[in-house]
């Protein structure tokens, strides 16, 4: 039995960040070197005008693990890809496109990666969870179910 344990928490440690605050889910995530790049100079844009969101969007820079160029990212949210999730609380599915904030238009399902929900779906690959905090304050936890990227959306 101790051995199931151990496998269980080394899997754990895998999948989910050490020393995360409160004890919320963030998984490790993996972001290309190009929506690195874009993304922190969004956060220097944006760090005069929305810093709460910037310092948010900094700390998922930070903790991401960066592919070199010119490798894809299959499974894992980019800037443009399509993606289902569920959340956790609800049991809702939806599907939607993780954008630049100039591109948002929630009637088109289009999420801006400036959003509390898309700061948490950056970088996440397929099967994840993670927990995040809506804009009034309420920690809600989705797993990601699958990701299409713009060639195969």
Sequence with gaps: MPENRTTMEDKLRKNI????PAGRKQP???????????LSALVRAATGTMPEVASC?????????ILPRGQAAEDIVC???QLE???EAAGTVRTVTLVYPGEA???QAKV?????????????KAGQSITWETRNGT???LTLLGVRQPQDA
């Design 105 to 107: 238009d929630i009637s």
């Design 139 to 141: 920690v809600r936890e």
């Design 17 to 20: 960040q050490v020393g995360s």
């Design 79 to 81: 800037i443009g890809s």
């Design 112 to 124: 801006s990666v400036l959003t509390p929900i898309g700061i948490a779906l950056i970088g996440l």
């Design 28 to 38: 490790r995530i993996t972001l290309t070197a190009d929506d690195h790049d874009r």
């Design 85 to 87: 999730y569920r959340d």
């Design 57 to 65: 969007l900094a700390e998922e820079l930070d903790r991401a693990s």
